[in-house]
């Protein structure tokens, strides 16, 4: 149900898209306590898109009860890469050129110095830590297709000088691979008494261009940030780090979390790819819509919720919900 409700993404949404893209029908309760069915048992139920609508809600229509999602014959195998850059731009750089090659890999992780050495730390998982950022790239399929995905793939790395390639051979080195970024936040957590995940999503042309200044305002406001990417479908994932028990220190961080926010916004991005809005994001919803179209949003909500009992306070500025 927080799946549905978010439209969560994830490592592998690149090949295999978000919830929405994996739904096949939901059975939901209203506030009034009817309990409906929406969808079915195949794609593209007849009749209005109840379920585009409801996915990514938030909590502010209905209530979630039943899921029934596809499933997918898995893959004959898969093998991950590591590709490590002497700067976060490059790195940046080299998504987009993987993007824009047409390969779509399964997965495509970006991580900077800061995630990289928190991970090391906590994985050893083997990470280099002399690189500035560093991407893991996933592929699947046959071995003869992983091995030419992965050639062509690391054709494209070589082109921007990359200070490593390491291919895995085998699972476990996958694995490994792996297990550092799967580790990541807890590992930031050791570093930091406090850390403050940000979620916005940004074309990934522009990737480059967001990390530089998402450093600048690490400067500014003298707080580390490790960003942590889905890079492939440009879902950030900055970690701010602060100290909760300092005021100071907390409201730089919730301040630069929200010109990091604005910034994915200016650039042709959004506010949220999977974490949802919520509380954090309610007061910024309107650098991303208009009057018009948050009128448009409270109506919907409106019509299922009349009372605004679902979900209270969430999603919409409080001064609207008066």
């Not at 940046?92 to 110095?113: H, N, Q, T, W, Y």
């Not at 730390?121 to 992983?146: R, T």
């Not at 916005?200 to 480059?208: A, M, V, W, Y």
């Not at 300092?246 to 926010?261: C, M, N, Q, R, V």
């Amino acid at each position: 149900g927080g799946n549905v409700n978010m439209n969560s993404g994830g490592a592998h949404c690149l090949r295999y898209g978000v919830t929405a893209n994996n739904l096949l029908g939901l059975k939901v309760v209203t506030v009034e306590g009817d309990v409906l069915d929406i969808g079915g048992a195949h794609l593209d139920a007849a009749g209005y898109d109840w379920l585009g609508l409801l996915t990514g809600s938030e909590g502010q229509l209905v209530v979630v009860t039943e899921v029934t999602v596809r499933i997918l014959r898995g893959p004959e195998g898969a093998r991950a890469m590591l590709a490590a850059f002497k700067s976060n731009e490059i790195a940046g750089k080299c998504v987009d050129s993987i993007i824009a090659s047409g390969i779509i890999p399964v997965a495509l992780e970006f991580m900077d110095r800061p995630a990289i050495h928190a991970c090391e730390a906590f994985a050893h998982a083997g990470y280099p830590l002399d690189a500035a950022a560093m991407l893991i790239i996933e592929v699947e399929g046959s071995v003869a297709e992983q091995d030419e995905l992965l050639a062509k793939i690391g054709a494209i790395c070589a082109e921007f000088d990359p200070l490593s390639l390491k291919i895995a051979q085998s699972a476990a080195e996958s694995a490994a691979i792996w297990k550092g970024r799967k580790g990541a936040f807890g590992a930031v957590g050791r570093i930091s008494p406090d850390y403050l995940c940000m979620d916005g999503t940004i074309p990934t042309s522009r990737l480059p261009e967001v990390l530089r200044r998402i450093g600048e305002m690490s400067t500014m406001y003298d707080l580390q940030v490790a960003n942590i990417c889905h890079a492939g479908d440009g879902n950030l994932h900055p970690l701010i780090m602060f100290d909760a028990n300092d005021p100071a220190s907390f409201h730089k961080a919730e301040t630069f979390g929200a010109e990091i926010l604005k910034l994915c916004v200016e650039v042709g991005g959004c506010l949220t790819g999977e974490h949802g809005v919520g509380v954090e994001k309610r007061d910024l919803m309107g650098f991303q819509f208009n009057e018009i179209e948050l009128e448009q949003m409270r109506r919907v909500k409106s019509a299922f919720d009349p009372g605004w009992l679902l979900n209270p306070n969430k999603v919409f500025p409080l001064k609207a919900n008066a």
